[in-house]
């Protein structure tokens, strides 16, 4: 028995959505609501967070870029607050390093951008860390690589950019001119 049979409409699991793209938030919504979950969407961490303190969601969908704030630190947080929430990150700018990052925090899987309800509802049935993402066999660009480093250095020093830029051996102000850029495409 898969999710959505083993989901009856007596028992609506909450799903909280966070992704800053209103438009795709809202199509997956629906999507997901026509699952059986009583959903919530939010656009920021910030509302996610006092939304999940309320709600208690057994399950996350979170994008990884969500304005110039990433979404990694809402699946630490999250998971903090209730471990057994099984989370899904999604992302137009996938790696290797944000996926191993991803899951390190807790997340259950990791998408690439576009996914549809079906990829989604297959990815919160499988267990922690199990994987089937076809990882692109190009290599990334020079910039690419430079933006996986440098969050991934940000990571590590729990998001302080001063502690980061110091590690990096980077002026603050440089390093906060690059973590504002988009990332490098492959």
Request: charged share 25%; glycine share 4%; net charge negative.
């Amino acid at each position: 028995m898969n999710l959505s049979e083993s989901i009856d409409a007596n028992e609506q699991p909450d799903l909280l959505i966070v992704d800053d793209d209103e438009i795709f938030s809202d199509v997956l919504a629906k999507a997901m609501a026509k699952r059986n979950f009583n959903v919530h969407t939010t656009h920021t961490i910030e509302a996610a967070l006092n939304l999940a303190e309320n709600i208690a969601p057994e399950y996350a969908i979170v994008d990884l870029k969500l304005s110039s704030d990433s979404g990694l630190v809402l699946v630490e947080k999250l998971k903090t607050l209730d471990p057994g929430t099984r989370i899904v990150m999604l992302t137009g700018y996938a790696s290797i390093a944000t996926a191993v990052e991803a899951i390190k925090l807790g997340a259950t899987h990791y998408l690439a951008k576009p996914v549809d309800a079906d990829e989604i509802m297959s990815a919160f049935e499988r267990t922690i860390g199990e994987t089937d993402t076809p990882i692109s066999a190009n290599p990334l660009s020079v910039g690419r690589l430079e933006w996986e480093y440098i969050h991934r250095v940000l990571a590590e020093n729990d998001y302080n950019i001063s502690v980061t830029a110091r590690a990096l051996n980077m002026h603050r102000r440089t390093l906060q001119r690059k973590l504002a850029k988009k990332p490098h495409r492959e």
